[in-house]
């Protein structure tokens, strides 16, 4: 053998040693997840020392989710003197304006509908009067507030007979809100709508106190009334699809402050039977709340938009938000102001919302913090 052959056969080695050597590398750095061998003595060595660094610098935990939000307004009537103002502005939108930038914080938003859209020539309905109907136009207030389900389960929804609750139903689907408590049957009156927020299912029902020809029937169009046997059963079916379950209660006693015996056994029950949170409206006024079987209660929010100018109560209402992580966290009660016979605004700090709040037992900033529930409460 030449000395030119020797030098390229050395040459050769030290290039095969010098390619194991970043093979081994590269194996230990790009995958040190394959199994380590007594063989692999460079393998062994990246290993341990990626294992070291791993147990110094330990997987910081995740975030908590943020909470679901939801929020709710009570009554919201667009006749009578509401269309009037809507009319003369020339603004559909206009009782809205000042607090629908709120209203579309939430995950999820939901009013009482208290008046039935309807197709007709004239709008004009006399104060006094308790037949309302509204003209579709005014959907674009709805809209504006990112409104995403509205109850209509009272005792106005019927004002324009079958046709003018078929007309409102219409109106809310062309503009992608949903509706509960009434229907062109005793089924579609009791359905519910599940919404899916965070992974979370949300259902929801809705009733009202009347039991009259308003009611819905197997082949009469109507709302579901305060029927104990049947929102049991409503509730049960629901809590079967639905993570959490809000029940949207329309009764009591106008121009009062606090339940009476029928909202309080109503309330309960839901609750008894598995709903999360009973929401109520209808007195016109805002009503006392209260904390159940770990669940809350809010009897009456009061108006959101409505004329009546003629007492400070019918013109004071609340807008509640709650906060859901696993459990409710905190309630915030804010309260609103209606003016000009139909436009709400936020209720700045001062004498009324401070004698509102205390009224109500509510704390001075509005809000409550509430505990997830870890033992039973005593049977009331």
Excluded: C
Excluded at 46 to 68: H, M, W
Excluded at 247 to 266: D, L, R
Excluded at 274 to 281: N, T
Excluded at 344 to 350: F, H, P, R, T
């Amino acid at each position: 053998m030449n000395e030119r052959t020797e030098k390229i056969i050395i040459i050769a080695s030290i290039t095969f040693l010098s390619l194991s050597a970043i093979f081994f590398l590269f194996r230990a750095v790009a995958a040190p997840a394959m199994p380590e061998s007594p063989a692999d003595p460079i393998l062994n060595i990246f290993s341990s020392k990626k294992e070291q660094f791993s147990n110094n610098n330990p997987k910081l935990p995740l975030s908590n989710p943020k909470p679901i939000t939801l929020i709710f307004g009570g009554d919201v009537m667009l006749s009578r003197q509401v269309n009037s103002q809507m009319t003369k502005y020339n603004d559909y939108s206009w009782p809205f304006l000042k607090i629908a930038d709120y209203l579309s914080t939430a995950d999820l938003t939901i009013i009482n509908l208290e008046s039935p859209f309807a197709e007709s020539k004239n709008y004009n309905v006399p104060t006094g009067s308790f037949m309302f109907k509204v003209n579709p136009r005014a959907i674009s207030g709805l809209t504006l507030a990112s409104i995403d389900l509205v109850g209509l389960a009272n005792n106005h929804i019927l004002n324009q007979g079958e046709a003018g609750l078929k007309k409102t139903e219409e109106v809310l689907s062309e503009a992608g809100i949903k509706h509960i408590g009434g229907g062109e049957n005793e089924n579609a009156a009791h359905k519910a709508e599940i919404f899916t927020v965070k992974n979370k299912k949300i259902g929801f029902l809705a009733y009202a106190y009347p039991d009259d020809n308003s009611v819905a029937g197997a082949k009469r169009a109507g709302i579901a009334n305060l029927n104990l046997k049947k929102m049991a059963a409503d509730i049960e079916a629901l809590k079967a699809e639905a993570d959490i379950v809000v029940v949207i209660m329309h009764a009591g006693e106008e121009y009062t402050s606090k339940p009476n015996k029928q909202q309080i056994i109503f309330a309960h029950a839901a609750v008894d039977h598995g709903a999360d949170l009973i929401v109520g409206h209808h007195p016109h006024w805002p009503q006392t709340w209260e904390y159940y079987q770990g669940k809350p209660i809010i009897y009456s929010l009061g108006n959101l938009i409505f004329d009546q100018m003629w007492s400070e109560e019918t013109k004071i209402g609340l807008i509640v938000q709650l906060e859901w992580q696993d459990d409710w966290t905190e309630i915030k009660f804010v309260p609103i102001k209606i003016f000009d016979y139909g436009q709400a605004e936020i209720l700045e700090d001062g004498p009324e919302k401070e004698a509102l709040f205390k009224k109500l037992n509510i704390p001075a900033d509005g809000k409550i913090e509430l505990a997830p529930l870890t033992e039973p409460l005593p049977e009331r």
